[in-house]
Every structure is written in C-alpha cells, then in structure tokens.
C-alpha cells in the first residue's frame, strides 16, 4: 500500500513524490534507462524510445514503479486491490503489457501526459504475473510531467483512459473517484483554529491551535491517508527552491509513512514504507530515501547520459543511517 502526491513550488517547478509500502522486500534501487531499448516484457517485448531514471530491479528483465524521464514526464505505480479488470488477451491492434511493466513503457515512450493520454489507447493491460510475488500484480498509475498535468490510469474495465487528479494525490483502492467524493466529508477543516462557543452559560476553554483539523483521520487505511495528504498539501506554506521543497516532501510524506509492526496484513506480516521517491519533474531528477537511512541519494538525468550511454545503469543504495555528531 502506498501514497503519492504533486507538488509545484512556487518557483513553478513540479514534484512527484511517494511512499513504496509493501511487506515483500522488493529490493528497489534508483536505475538509469537509456534511450531506444527493447524490453523482454512479461507479456510479450516492447520498446521505449526515452531514457529515464526510477526505482527499480532487474529480474528477467528491468521493472520499474516509478522514476521520471528526459522531459519531465513522472510516474508512480500503486497497489489497487480488488478493483482491476485485466484482460485475458490484447486486440491485435493493440500492445499487451503486463501490469508491472507499464512504468517503464510510459516512462520510456510519452513525452507528457497529454502525450499518454493518446499512447494509452494503444494498450491493454493483460492478466500476467510477476514472478516475483508469483501474482498478477493490481496497481494503478499516477502520471504527472512538468507543467503540473497529472492523471491516474485505473484499468477497471478493457476501455483504457487517463482520469484527470484535480488535487493530485493518490493512495489505493477504492478509485480515485471515490477518494474525492470522499474529501466532502472533511471540507470545513481548516488550519486555523476554530472559535468555540458557549453552551447554557458554560465558557468553553480552548483546547490551542490544531482544533480546525479535529476530525481529521489518522489511521493507515487508504482514504485516511489520501485526505491526510490532500490536507497537509494544501496548507503547507509554499517552499521556493528544490532543497526546501524535498525538506517539505519529506514532511509531507511523514504523516502517512509506516513502521514497521504498526500495519499487519491478514497473514501477520507488516506492510511498512520500505522507500520514499522524489521525483524532480522540472530538473530530471530523481531522489530515493530507504527506510533504514533519510538522506535523500539521488541521480539527475544529464545529457551525456542520455546521448552517449546505451547500456542500464543501475545506483546501490547506501543503507546505513547517517548520524552526524556535533561534539
């Protein structure tokens, strides 16, 4: 299970950050993609066109569930359980790609969202399991590129299309429809504290700042996580550079981040936030903070990289927590 979020500093640049939640350890590291690949897909080979950075592994070939490419075009995959429609089979007119290896073929062949707006038309997302998890896996998808457009691709249905996020963040099921329907029952929350009011000649005793958020939920089931996010993002004060803005990100993300032991799964086994992704849309960067260390390691997607390197590169994570000592 997992969380993502949008954000646009108010220098204009755009972010695409989340958590990675999951109990199976997926071993995901930042891998650089170079341009004009062919993918060995589960479902059948596919090319990209466009190099991009994201996290990922190389099993019998290299996955990827999130990461941002040569002009700005972001992505996230998230768990969608109970609410997939895959197909069996793809129309001969179309590309079958299995469901994990969408990230890499948007990322890899659509310049922006209103790009893959078009390209998912040429799609169907069939029914194949990741060896992996020896599952099919039930993910939909957050894109977001560098002009602030963001879209959820939800395939609940053979009929493929981008669902505009107007408040972009994602968390997991039920749709994202649902989730701001949802957002109505927390719509006069605010930041400021709320006035009280006097009962049968009682004068109330304000209980401080904080009192315009009661109500607002703090479990880890999806939709309180997603109007948590939506919340926090909307009233965080606006940051005006990238240092501060992935400072905030972290911040954002701290309120929906799991430890371990604090989420079990029916089988007793924790899901909890094995990474956190940053995503730099307007720079091509792209940041990974494991859960065992909270320095952000990043890589930025540069030229040379891009016109000069043909073969995938893949960045080790340092998981070592880093304490610095002040005497």
């Not at 569930?65 to 768990?79: C, S, T, W």
């Not at 197909?87 to 948007?106: E, I």
């Not at 006035?195 to 607002?216: I, M, N, S, V």
Request: aromatic fraction near 10%; hydrophobic fraction near 35%.
């Amino acid at each position: 299970m997992c969380t993502s979020l949008t954000y646009e500093n108010s220098r204009g640049d755009q972010f695409l950050a989340r958590t990675m939640d999951f109990a199976f350890e997926l071993g995901g590291q930042p891998i650089f993609m170079p341009r004009n690949q062919t993918i060995k897909g589960d479902a059948g080979e596919f090319s990209t066109k466009y190099g991009f950075i994201g996290a990922g592994r190389n099993l019998s070939h290299y996955m990827f569930v999130d990461g941002v490419n040569e002009f700005g075009l972001g992505a996230a995959a998230l768990y969608f359980p109970e609410y997939v429609a895959y197909q069996k089979v793809a129309p001969t007119d179309k590309l079958g790609l299995a469901p994990h290896d969408v990230t890499a073929w948007a990322l890899g062949n659509a310049k922006s969202v209103a790009d893959l707006r078009e390209l998912v038309k040429t799609i169907q997302i069939l029914d194949v399991p990741v060896a992996l998890l020896g599952i099919t896996t039930p993910l939909h998808f957050i894109f977001s590129d560098s002009t602030g457009d963001t879209a959820v691709l939800e395939a609940t249905s053979a009929d493929l299309q981008l669902i505009d996020d107007p408040v972009g963040v994602m968390a997991n099921a039920p749709q994202l429809s649902w989730h701001l329907q949802n957002l109505s029952t927390y719509g006069t929350m605010q930041a400021a504290e709320r006035p009280l009011h006097d009962y049968e000649g009682l004068e109330l005793k304000t209980q401080g700042p904080g009192t315009g958020a009661l109500g607002l939920p703090g479990d880890y089931t999806s939709p309180s996580r997603f109007v948590r996010t939506v919340y926090n993002k909307h009233y965080s004060i606006k940051t005006d550079n990238t240092p501060d803005t992935l400072n905030l990100l972290q911040h954002l993300l701290d309120s929906v981040t799991i430890p371990k032991g604090v989420k079990l799964k029916a089988d007793g086994k924790s899901d909890y936030t094995q990474y956190r992704g940053y995503a730099n849309l307007s720079e091509r960067t792209y940041y990974m903070e494991p859960y065992d260390n909270l320095e952000l390691q990043g890589v930025k997607l540069t030229d040379k990289m891009l016109t000069e390197w043909d073969t995938p590169v893949e960045y080790p994570l340092d998981h070592t927590p880093h304490i610095k000592a002040l005497n």
